[in-house]
């Protein structure tokens, strides 16, 4: 049902979206490997809070900035002075609401990339993958996907295990919602919804894949999850109307009926 709107934009869309309650769903290339670029950020903003959660970690755990962990791309860690001082709920803040790169390398020192995949292959997932952190060289397995590899399919069940939560614990939903909610990136799903309508997730940005993974909820109470991604982008346009964003917001608006 998404073959049309394909059809006006570079890329291939790939989407798993249900709508809670009625559990109506939309399903088109859902189990298609795809480039996760930032998305990869919602299972390690999981991880994180189950650490804290079991007690390995707590959010006021201090990390240290050194100049040595500046990367590039997005965020604004990159800009400061170091040694800076931060805590890891700044740092999953950092990593979750304005996709801070060097944040996010952060994170991952902490929580550790393996534990991370082990953590992913709890809900029985086996296309997310995390390969490496931001802008390090590319290892066997991530020469293709890059920073990781996943499914629409398989970020909606992680988007389900938050919002409908089985194994998750409500407190760390709870969490894990918060920082969701601040994300500043509005120009995919939230860019067609109307006023008072709102919206908690995660996108994800690079020249061949635009992906955005989230909640909506409408003034009257219904509630969707979509994971939605645009792969096999070929022009390098950072622009909010590029291809890929403006294919995943008509597709959004098809799927909530506005």
Known sequence: MFADIESKYEGNLH?????????????????????????????????????????????????TLKESDKVGG????????????????????????????????????VVGIDNVNQFIRTFGLTDTKLFRKAFSPNTEDSKVFGLGQTSASDML??????????????????????????????????????????????????????GDVGYVKAPDGREWLLSMFCYGLTTENWSIDNDGLLAIAEATKRILDL
């Open 157 to 210: 069940t992680l988007l389900s295990e938050i919002y409908r939560p089985n194994k998750l614990p409500l407190s760390v939903v709870n969490d894990i919602r918060s920082m969701l909610s601040k994300q500043t990136d509005q120009v995919s799903i939230p860019r067609v919804l109307p006023h008072g309508w709102s919206y908690e997730g995660k996108t994800g940005r690079v020249t061949e894949v635009r």
């Open 15 to 63: 989407i798993h979206a249900i709508k809670l309650g009625s559990e109506t769903s939309w399903k088109y290339r859902e189990n298609d490997l795809v480039a996760t670029a930032s998305t990869i950020k919602l299972p390690i903003l999981m991880h994180a809070a189950m650490c804290v959660y079991d007690g390995y970690l707590s959010w006021d755990t201090k990390i």
């Open 74 to 109: 997005m965020g604004v860690l990159q800009h400061l002075n170091t040694p800076h001082e931060l805590t890891l709920h700044d740092a999953c803040y950092l990593m979750t609401a304005i996709s801070d790169n060097t944040a996010t390398n952060l994170v991952m020192d």
